[in-house]
């Protein structure tokens, strides 16, 4: 933008030099060729007065000092009309003498070069060239410092909306300048304290339904577990196992909407992390569960360091390995592989997931064939959706090359200078 009110400021000036300037020195010229050609005749209708009276002496003094002090020359003519010529040699100028009864006794012809004009109006033009740069300039200079003057508000503002983007909801703009900035500065401020008493208001909420919730179900479990205890009843225990298979489903549920509420309130800012690191942290979370059914984990790739707000990776990974290992059937592999710039993908050996299905797998609650366990809660890849959008990235599933499906995750690389060296 400064650029343009820059340009928009010398273009100005310069119209304003052209139509100010240009017309002036079109006049100049003409004014300096008329200027000329009046001298000229003045000097051949002297010439030709004393060539009328016979002062031949007088007209060969005049001549000479014509010829001596300019670069023009006077001839004398037989009778001859008067005419005058403009050419590329300068001007010629015929004047006849007559005496006093009208008798045209002879001519005068004066020739005066146009060379001393000619380099009078180079100069005149070059000065006013030079002018007119040296303005030009200094209008650029004044433009570029009164461009940064009047977008010194828009920068502020643009430099708190990055600062709110990154996860600083105090963030707040001065309200200054003009009355149109002023305004939207205090449009953004009364905006941003609204979102953060939302969000505030929402991380208040998920940890009282965090408090809230967990509680009497784990409550309700032990109770049930305790009923179980005492039950002989074969009937009776079956009730109590379905019930308590619904009370961990239900907490697993609440568990997920715990974690997505987090996820669509949290706002963090991404750091640069080694991915390499996370998988073989997550590989030992998951390690034992993988053991029990005889199912590899196995990563390839190579190290990469991508940007995501710490913990979000984390949880990317738990929630995708925990579908992949309730979808694998026992003794399979799953593979985490990751390929350069920042692409993460993790390939499981289940039955995989029919194109139409794969569309709305990342819808919340939704749960399709061989995507999720009994016990899931159709939230996983709701939350990794969120999660990795959050840090700017891309979620997609697709078909595994060997079978199975395949979760490709494309994550914003971490440049070379950012922090987190290795």
């Known amino acids: 933008m400064i650029r343009q009110l820059v340009w928009s400021y010398v273009l100005l000036v310069?119209?304003?030099?052209?139509?100010?300037?240009?017309?002036?020195?079109?006049?100049?010229?003409?004014?300096l060729y008329d200027d000329a050609e009046n001298t000229a005749r003045r000097e051949a209708q002297t010439a030709a007065l004393l060539l009328a009276t016979g002062d031949t002496r007088s007209l060969r003094a005049l001549a000479d000092a014509y010829e001596h002090e300019t670069p023009g020359r006077i001839e004398v003519l037989g009778p001859q009309p008067e005419n005058k010529v403009w050419d590329r040699n300068g001007l010629t100028l015929t004047v006849p003498a007559r005496r006093a009864d009208g008798t045209v006794v002879g001519a005068i012809r004066l020739s005066y070069p146009d060379d001393r004009i000619v380099q009078r109006l180079w100069q005149i033009w070059g000065f006013r060239a030079a002018l007119a740069i040296t303005v030009l300039i200094a209008a650029a200079f004044l433009g570029w410092w009164l461009a940064k003057r009047v977008t010194r508000p828009l920068r502020e503002l643009n430099d708190m909306a990055g600062r709110l983007r990154d996860g600083d909801l105090a963030a707040r703009a001065e309200e200054t300048g003009p009355p149109e900035t002023r305004t939207l500065a205090r449009t953004l401020n009364n905006a941003t304290e609204t979102i953060s008493t939302l969000v505030?208001?929402?991380?208040?909420?998920?940890?009282?339904?965090?408090?809230?919730?967990?509680?009497p179900l784990t409550a309700l479990r032990l109770s049930l577990d305790n009923v179980a205890d005492g039950v002989d009843d074969?009937?009776?225990?079956?009730?109590?196992?379905?019930?308590?298979?619904?009370?961990?489903?239900?907490?697993?549920?609440?568990?997920?909407?715990?974690?997505?509420?987090r996820a669509e309130a949290t706002v963090g800012h991404p750091e640069p992390v080694w991915v390499n690191d996370v998988i073989a942290d997550r590989f030992t979370a998951w390690r034992a569960s993988a053991d029990e059914r005889s199912i590899s984990l196995v990563s390839e790739g190579f190290d990469l360091r991508v940007l995501a707000t710490p913990g979000h990776l984390e949880q990317v990974l738990d929630n995708v390995l925990s579908n992949a290992l309730e979808v694998s059937p026992d003794g399979g592999?799953?593979?985490?592989?990751?390929?350069?710039?920042?692409?993460?993908?993790?390939?499981?050996?289940?039955?995989?997931?029919?194109?139409?299905?794969?569309?709305?797998?990342f819808d919340r609650f939704w749960r399709g064939q061989g995507l999720t366990g009994k016990g899931g809660s159709g939230l996983g890849l709701a939350i990794v959706k969120q999660l990795v959008t959050d840090d700017g990235g891309t979620v997609t599933l697709e078909d595994a090359p060997g079978g199975g499906l395949c979760v490709r995750i494309r994550l914003s690389p971490a440049s070379p200078t950012s922090g987190g060296s290795r």
């Open 333 to 361: 592999t799953i593979m985490v592989r990751t390929t350069r710039p920042a692409v993460l993908e993790i390939i499981d050996s289940g039955p995989g997931l029919p194109a139409a299905d794969r569309l709305r797998a």
């Open 200 to 215: 505030n208001s929402q991380r208040a909420f998920i940890g009282d339904a965090s408090h809230q919730l967990r509680t």
């Open 234 to 261: 074969d009937y009776v225990r079956e009730d109590v196992d379905r019930a308590t298979a619904e009370v961990v489903r239900m907490s697993r549920l609440v568990n997920g909407l715990l974690a997505l509420a």
């Open 14 to 31: 310069a119209v304003a030099i052209a139509a100010f300037t240009v017309p002036v020195a079109f006049t100049l010229n003409s004014q």
